[in-house]
């Protein structure tokens, strides 16, 4: 039985992601070329005008 070696590379992405345009952006790592989709926004944070206004809701109607 023989035995072959696998030789795996592994990238330390640096990624360029491109402008904000929408929920999501797409990004391509300079080394390997890998493309990856980010979110431009972290839910509830002040980014996220769906999140803040569904959470806006909810303290409106405990204070009622």
């Known amino acids: 039985?023989?035995?072959e070696?696998?030789?795996?590379t592994e990238c330390t992405h640096h990624w360029q992601i491109e402008s904000p345009n929408g929920p999501m952006s797409v990004g391509k790592c300079k080394r390997c070329?890998?493309?990856r989709e980010f979110n431009n926004s972290i839910q509830g944070s002040g980014w996220d005008r769906q999140g803040s206004h569904n959470r806006?809701?909810?303290q409106?109607?405990?204070n009622s």
Do not use: F
């Open 1 to 3: 039985m023989t035995q």
């Open 5 to 8: 070696a696998v030789e795996t």
């Open 33 to 35: 070329g890998e493309r």
């Open 56 to 58: 806006r809701l909810r």
């Open 60 to 62: 409106a109607k405990s």
